[in-house]
């Protein structure tokens, strides 16, 4: 993986990932297809929507279909039938989100899967492997991500765990970046950065963000957090999120993003514009003519009104999910492309905090 910086405008820069799939601009979002699949979206749609890299799940694909199926069938992308570049996540998340079925000790993380109940092993090196045998193009460390408000106690475990496995984790041949932990504690944070840019790593993200705080504390986190961090590497902001998160973490001179928000609200009638987040399933819609946004280029914005849009919703018709989900991940391209732009022709500061959080 190259990574190259090609404008800036303060903080913020443009750059360039080259990977052995295929290269991509950043900032960059990554729509995520968990489970090999971005839910009710082609492949061709993506791309037609701006976006050049997915993020998929390593946890959920282990279980099924399994990596050793993925592999046998030539890999996630040929399996997808996606051509282009491949971020999988740990399974990290999960040790948070999954903490009613998983036990954590020095040696990883035991998983009672949510499926069947069978116990599976992760443990850093597995997850590894298992993103290999996947075929990721950039790929993550197991990590600890500490619960919000921090218990000081459970802070510093989490903290050394997530080092401690990073250092057991660094036998790749893909592009493995280092995970800065440590939640709303600069000096954690700092720490973290400091330790693991000491290892020289292809790239940082920073995890534990978007878990309860408040969003000015995770803006000041964040810029604080990417402050510390190498400007030669790209900065991937996990789990992050709405519009307004993009953009503070891109003016703090982050690069990368993936977030659920641009399906799963579309596929609850919840509509990214460029006048704030349209609520579908409401009343007044019923004989609205217009499109969710006039502006905006997308088949769903072309072809449908907002009344018919809410009736797919009301009648629970699969076109209105597919549809809106559609349009917000063409939202979020046009987003990152907008500010691309802004950055090279030094507009950034314009560029508004908005929507808010629904």
């Known amino acids: 993986m190259n990574f190259t910086i090609t404008a800036r405008s303060g903080k913020a820069r443009v750059g360039r990932i080259e990977t052995a799939h295929g290269a991509f601009e950043t900032p960059a979002f990554m729509p995520c297809g968990t489970k090999a699949a971005v839910k009710g979206l082609e492949p061709r749609e993506l791309r037609d929507a701006g976006i050049d890299i997915l993020l998929c799940n390593t946890y959920h694909l282990a279980l099924r279909p399994g990596e050793a199926t993925v592999a046998a069938m030539g890999g996630l992308r040929k399996f997808m039938g996606w051509d282009g570049p491949i971020l999988t996540d740990s399974g990290g998340y999960q040790v948070f989100s999954l903490a009613q079925f998983r036990k954590i000790s020095d040696e990883g993380v035991t998983f009672q899967s949510h499926l069947d109940g069978a116990t599976v092993k992760f443990t850093p090196e597995r997850v590894v492997e298992i993103q290999e045998a996947l075929g990721s193009d950039i790929l993550m460390p197991l990590d600890e991500p500490i619960p919000f408000p921090p218990d000081p106690k459970v802070a510093r475990l989490a903290l050394d765990r997530t080092h401690a496995w990073w250092k057991r984790s660094r036998a790749t041949r893909g592009a493995l970046f280092a995970i800065v932990q440590g939640s709303i504690v600069p000096e954690l944070r700092k720490e973290s950065a400091e330790t693991l840019a000491a290892t020289d790593p292809p790239g940082f993200a920073l995890g534990g963000f978007s878990m309860g705080e408040p969003a000015s504390q995770m803006d000041e986190m964040v810029a604080y957090t990417a402050s510390l961090l190498p400007d030669a590497k790209p900065r991937y902001l996990m789990g992050v999120g709405m519009p307004r998160d993009i953009v503070a973490a891109v003016k703090a001179g982050v690069d990368l993003f993936d977030c659920i928000l641009p399906t799963r609200m579309g596929r609850t009638a919840m509509a990214f514009t460029s006048e704030g987040l349209l609520r579908l399933r409401n009343a007044k ?20 009104t907002r009344a018919y849009l809410r009736h797919c919703f009301s009648v629970d018709e699969m076109l209105g999910p597919k549809l809106v989900s559609l349009h917000n991940v063409q939202y979020y391209g046009r987003l990152m492309k907008d500010l691309r732009s802004a950055i090279r022709d030094g507009s950034l500061e314009k560029v508004d905090l908005w929507p808010k959080a629904p």
């Open 285 to 304: 819609f019923a004989r609205d003519e217009r499109p969710i946004d006039a502006s905006c280029p997308c088949a769903c914005c072309r072809g449908f």
